[in-house]
């Protein structure tokens, strides 16, 4: 099966340098118009991964995301939002970034080249056939990434991935992966543009869909979000208000008693039946 670098080809664009600021955002806005088009593409294969990670998060295990550089930061940025959005565990959904916290800010040079480094991660949280790891890469050439997935792979540890190329080296490592192919960047290379978009997209329609698979979402209310802010709890407040119809500071006293609007409505029932 042929490998073509689709992330390396050329621009579509050229002489960027004498576009003006306005030639500039009209371009790039039209290259990511392309984006959502290229993940509609792969929905059949972000279902058949989302059904494995439902699936392994009912029975005990957990979600690992690992990339390097832009990939390894998009991963972290969706692990750490799952629990303020949907009030899980840290330990449920974890993003490793090739380099460790510090490359989170700053590029460590040849972390991603590690053919070690990634399962020796993975060893530190006693991974186990329990749980899923997707591998983010927008090349699929990342080594810290699939030497980690190969090792899971013999250990019976579910693998998926998420990358912008057909039929890389990631994707067929990857049991279940997802190829997303964005074609060339504005930028040649740049592949923090179209396909970083294109990660997001996809990591916000695995954690969103398995999150409401679970049971952490009620019609299309974060039931479960943590009040970490008065933004939230302003809208726990109106969510409870809605949903049994009480006072708006009857509401904020269930929700400061009970610490959370599933638990304030459930509460609230129970004590009328």
């Known amino acids: 099966m042929s490998f073509i670098k689709t992330t390396e080809q050329d621009s579509n664009h050229n002489h960027l340098e004498k576009m003006s600021v306005s030639e500039l955002l009209k371009n790039i806005n039209n290259e990511d118009k392309t984006v959502p088009y290229a993940v509609e593409n792969a929905l059949p294969q972000i279902e058949a991964l989302v059904n494995q990670i439902v699936e392994k998060l009912k029975n005990g295990g957990r979600l690992f995301y690992m990339g390097a550089g832009t990939s390894g930061r998009l991963g972290i940025v969706d692990a750490s939002e799952c629990p303020p959005t949907f009030g899980v565990s ?7 970034i090739a380099g460790g916290d510090t490359a989170i800010r700053k590029a460590v040079e040849f972390a991603e080249d590690s053919t070690t480094q990634g399962w020796k991660d993975l060893q530190e949280y006693n991974i186990n056939s329990k749980d899923v790891v997707i591998g983010i890469a927008a090349s699929g050439t990342t080594p810290y990434v699939i030497s980690a997935l190969e090792q899971c792979n013999k250990n019976s540890t579910i693998t998926g ?3 912008c190329n057909h039929n890389s080296p990631l994707s067929l490592t990857a049991k279940f992966p997802i190829e997303v192919i964005v074609g060339p960047e504005f930028v040649t290379g740049s592949s923090r543009m179209k396909a970083g978009t294109a990660q997001k997209l996809v990591l916000n329609m695995i954690t969103t869909s398995v999150m409401i698979q679970l049971g952490h979402v009620k019609g299309n209310k974060m039931v479960d979000m943590q009040l970490s802010n008065n933004k939230l709890v302003d809208r726990g407040t ?16 269930l929700l400061n008693q009970y610490k959370s609007v ?8 129970d004590g009328r039946k």
């Open 238 to 253: 109106k969510m409870i208000m809605k949903e049994i119809d009480v006072s708006q500071e009857e509401a904020l006293q």
């Open 90 to 96: 840290h330990d449920l959904v974890i993003g490793l």
């Open 262 to 269: 599933r638990n304030a409505v459930k509460n609230y029932n």
């Open 161 to 163: 991935c998420i990358t």
